[in-house]
């Protein structure tokens, strides 16, 4: 786990080692002016989380290679505090500065406060600063679906969430979850753990374990690594798994049914791609749910899966886009 973990973050490095002597060359050849500089400020696991911090890198990755940005990151454990890391991108001339994740906000607005001039996105929170443009997700939405796939799964009609934190935002992926198993199984019951912790699998591993000996055999996580750890504590007991934030299947392939997608690279390539063609982000709070992409389902795999589950699928997801479902 931890080599897979260790690999990655290499591979990601070298990306970014790239896209900065990228940047290098074009300031040397005079390009800079013509270059607009985005930096990023990642989420506490960082780089390899096969989460939320990669899933953004994607979409600066891809923002690069077809609107020709450039970009740049910090990682929590080489700042110490999100306050350093924020303030040394904008000391290093980024036009845009990109505070990822709810436990970014407090030193974003801080440091926001302290550059009124300086353009700020903060992705899934929303703040009321004027020079901060918020992007959150309807992560109700997508798990809703996520519970109805998990209905359709569950064979004791015991069923799991893990919850990186108690803490609103979570509360959504929960939320949502349970809506959904209940509208396909009233009677089902779902168990809502909240780790405290997004970086520890081990923890994650034994929260599921004892999940399972209650006869949980469905487990959704929205925990980061923490999640992965019970990912893979389900493929060890023959049991199903739902990921979260990216497709989370091969971390066990045996046992991810699907993963609820929050698709963070789409929501900025999509803002900055506003910013590239109209010179200005998008004022206040973006907000994106199944209507928009910002979140949906990855394919189903592991299970039986037929036509009529799938239509049946497709059914809830056009409920939710035209509101004749509560997903909150």
Not at 223 to 246: C, H, K, P, Q, W
Not at 298 to 326: F, G, H, M, S, Y
Request: with cysteine; glycine share 10%.
């Amino acid at each position: 786990m931890k080599q897979q973990r260790r690999i990655w973050h290499l591979v990601i490095a070298l990306l970014a080692t790239f896209t900065l002597m990228v940047g290098c060359s074009a300031k040397e050849a005079g390009m800079k002016k013509d270059r607009i500089k985005v930096g990023i400020m990642l989420s506490d696991v960082g780089l390899g989380d096969q989460s939320f911090s990669d899933s953004a890198f994607r979409g600066l990755m891809k923002a690069r290679d077809e609107l020709g940005i450039i970009f740049d990151y910090r990682e929590l454990k080489d700042t110490k505090t999100y306050e350093q890391g924020l303030k040394e991108l904008i000391e290093d001339g980024n036009d845009i500065v990109i505070g990822l994740g709810f436990m970014v906000q407090k030193d974003l607005e801080k440091v926001a406060k302290q550059y009124p001039k300086q353009r700020f996105i903060l992705v899934d929170s929303v703040s009321d600063l004027p020079n901060v443009t918020s992007i959150t997700f309807k992560e109700d939405e997508g798990s809703f679906l996520a519970g109805v796939v998990a209905a359709l799964t569950t064979k004791t009609n015991h069923l799991g969430f893990i919850g990186g934190a108690d803490v609103p935002l979570i509360h959504k992926f929960a939320t949502g979850f349970e809506k959904g198993v209940h509208a396909i199984k009233p009677s089902a019951s779902v168990q809502i753990v909240y780790a405290g912790d997004f970086g520890d699998d081990k923890l994650g591993a034994n929260i599921a374990k004892g999940m399972f000996a209650k006869r949980c055999d469905v487990v959704y996580t929205a925990a980061g690594l923490t999640g992965v750890g019970a990912l893979r504590e389900a493929e060890m007991r023959g049991v199903y798994a739902i990921g979260v934030d990216s497709d989370q299947y091969f971390y066990a392939e045996k046992a991810v049914v699907t993963s609820m997608v929050k698709n963070v690279d789409v929501a900025l390539f999509r803002v900055l791609k506003q910013y590239v063609e109209k010179g200005e982000l998008p004022t206040g709070t973006v907000q994106l749910g199944l209507a928009e992409n910002g979140v949906g389902l990855a394919p189903i795999r592991v299970i039986p899966w037929n036509e009529q589950k799938q239509q049946l699928l497709e059914q809830w997801k056009q409920n939710i886009i035209d509101r004749k479902v509560t997903t909150k």
